[in-house]
């Protein structure tokens, strides 16, 4: 997509979009798609209906100050990238184009396990706040060596995603055909066909490969992401408990987050093993259909949690009031997945980039709005039930 045609996109709805209309059809509905009937995926934006905020008028709001501290490091504004595996099938730019958007747009950007691009390649890229996203695998080693690699290479925080002990049944991805790597089939190759843009973007490119565990495979197929894709699968370990995430805090030396809660219990639990912080999620909508919307749950969280945890918010992220009521609700910040493949799929490291600020200016204008002039002043008192 030309800059000038980018440059005319208003929102992430307008992203999205474009995004739409340059990728497969298969491929877009991997990224926009939900499991099952996507009751949850609905549901994560449209709860955010169920709020609104309260201004307060006749102060100052001539300076806006969106920044925030999330576990003692500064960001510039309450919103951070979460972790989302195998960009590079969006962009030929991947991962790269991300981090360095994250990084120009002064906030935390999370390099998911299942990157196509290496944790070390990513951590001499940018100077700016990185997180490295896990699973408790089956092979504990394979564990130990990513936080030794995440560590070396200025990986400041440490995301373990819980919500993932089997795979859920994403059905749209089976009607559309859509396999990792994709399948080209006589009829997927004619959905394929319909977007040369992405075609052409997608051989000028490197093979896509799960980079970081490319060393595991040693029978020749290494370079193979389906063959990689099988390993992970298998790593996945259904039997993780409490006591599983109590030893990776033990061996991380920094702080540990945990992704995927959804019950008051977990959050009470989740200190008391170590963590430092928490991020409510369903995964996008992409494990168990019909859990709830995250900022359902967000107020009952935040309240278990208590003083001992921050509490971070993720899922069905769209616009600037959708962080603020966020925020009011007792989240220190928010993650967004979905909004910046968006825009890289639409335009690389320049769409992520639109997404980034496009968010952000919304953000500092429904601040204004409200009378809030800084973070601190987004509370509880700004938001009502809509009843």
Request: contains cysteine.
């Amino acid at each position: 997509m030309s800059a000038a045609s980018l440059n005319k996109l208003g929102n992430i709805a307008e992203i999205r979009e474009a995004a739409r209309r340059r990728l497969p059809s298969p491929l877009f509905d991997f990224l926009d798609g939900g499991a099952e009937d996507e009751v949850t995926l609905r549901r994560n934006t449209e709860a955010f209906d169920r709020w609104s905020l309260l201004p307060r008028f006749l102060s100052d709001v001539s300076q806006i100050d969106p920044s925030t501290t999330v576990l003692g490091q500064r960001i510039g504004w309450p919103v951070m990238l979460a972790p989302t595996g195998m960009s590079r099938f969006f962009h030929k730019d991947g991962e790269r184009a991300v981090a360095r958007a994250a990084d120009a747009a002064d906030t935390v950007y999370t390099l998911s396990t299942m990157s196509s691009v290496s944790i070390e390649e990513i951590g001499a890229l940018t100077q700016g706040p990185k997180w490295f996203q896990v699973y408790c695998f089956r092979d504990r080693d394979l564990t130990l060596e990513f936080f030794a690699r995440a560590k070396a290479a200025g990986f400041t925080g440490l995301v373990v995603t819980v919500d993932v002990p089997v795979s859920a049944n994403r059905e749209r991805d089976r009607r559309s055909g859509m396999t990792i790597p994709p399948t080209f089939t006589p009829r997927m190759l004619a959905k394929f066909a319909t977007r040369p843009g992405w075609v052409l973007d997608y051989f000028r490119g490197e093979p896509p490969v799960m980079a970081n565990v490319v060393h595991k495979l040693s029978d020749g197929s290494n370079k193979n992401v389906s063959s990689l894709s099988q390993y992970v699968n298998r790593q996945f370990d259904p039997s993780i408990t409490w006591k599983d995430i109590a030893w990776m805090v033990e061996h991380w030396d920094g702080p540990l987050i945990i992704k995927g809660l959804l019950h008051p219990a977990d959050a009470r639990r989740a200190a008391t093993v170590g963590a430092k912080a928490i991020i409510v999620s369903n995964h996008g909508g992409r494990q168990l259909d019909a859990a709830p919307a995250t900022i359902e749950v967000l107020p009952r969280m935040v309240e278990a949690a208590g003083s001992g945890l921050e509490v971070i918010l993720d899922g069905g992220i769209r616009r600037g009031t959708h962080v603020l009521k966020a925020l009011a609700l007792g989240a220190k910040a928010c993650m967004i997945g979905r909004p910046y493949l968006y825009g890289l799929a639409a335009g690389g490291e320049r769409g992520v980039a639109l997404a980034l600020l496009l968010l952000r200016d919304e953000i500092i204008r429904d601040m204004a709005l409200s009378g809030a002039r800084n973070i601190a002043e987004v509370t509880k008192h700004m938001v009502l039930p809509v009843r």
